[in-house]
């Protein structure tokens, strides 16, 4: 196996650049190159045509470097999967920061989610989940890399709960559990239908619905202010 790749990667890189060797200066590069060549390919020809032909062809490299670096197409896929996640998990910690209540996550919901289809994010994600019936050891992969996700969303939901006399009502991490497989359903729903109308609609009522919460949960409290006031 090892003499093979070493023979393929002595072939001449397809579009006719130089070729790196493993463990020269340049194998960050090349390694970041590969992921980007994945990205592209799952975005324009999905998984079933993400092979390392493919991926090798539109990036400019030789093949036999993905199995170097990665291991296997999959393991590669992963990646490719891990950067777009890491991307806009920093995009949505950015835009959660300063989100103090729930109308403005409803808010930041939508943005994010318009964001996410834009950047292509879902179809990455949309088309790994597609190759788990082919690929089934995908499956707890994917799920692993869920995880950070439904942390997040346990933190932010913990913060801006605090306090409405709603914080403990529901184990947290079943609400954070709940929301990112409301959110992802989603995404993954607008992605295959390639229209975000119905998307649309539902954040908006959720912003009204968050905004009416909101106005009586400082009602309430005034009230009870109120009464107890000499």
Request: glycine share 12%; proline share 4%; charged share 25%.
């Amino acid at each position: 196996m090892l003499k093979a790749v070493a023979n393929v990667m002595r072939q001449p890189n397809p579009k006719g650049g130089p070729m790196e060797a493993p463990g020269s200066r340049g194998t960050g590069n090349t390694k970041h190159r590969i992921v980007d060549a994945a990205i592209e390919t799952l975005k324009k020809d999905g998984f079933a045509g993400a092979s390392a032909r493919t991926i090798a062809e539109r990036g400019g490299f030789n093949q036999a470097l993905i199995f170097y670096h990665f291991g296997t197409i999959d393991g590669l896929l992963l990646a490719a999967l891990d950067r777009t996640s890491e991307e806009r998990m920093r995009a949505y910690r950015e835009a959660i920061e300063g989100a103090t209540t729930l109308t403005e996550l409803a808010t930041v919901a939508g943005r994010v989610f318009r964001e996410d289809l834009r950047s292509g994010h879902i179809k990455v994600m949309a088309e790994l989940i597609a190759g788990t019936s082919a690929h089934p050891g995908l499956g707890p992969e994917i799920s692993r890399r869920v995880e950070p996700w439904i942390e997040l969303t346990r933190e932010v939901g913990q913060r801006v709960s605090r306090g409405t006399g709603f914080d403990g009502v529901l184990p947290p991490e079943d609400m954070a559990f709940a929301v990112v497989s409301l959110f992802l359903g989603i995404e993954l729903m607008s992605h295959l239908d390639g229209d975000t109308t119905r998307a649309e609609r539902l954040f908006s009522v959720a912003q009204g619905l968050a905004s009416t919460f909101e106005g009586l949960l400082r009602f309430g409290t005034g009230a009870m202010v109120g009464e107890e006031a000499p």
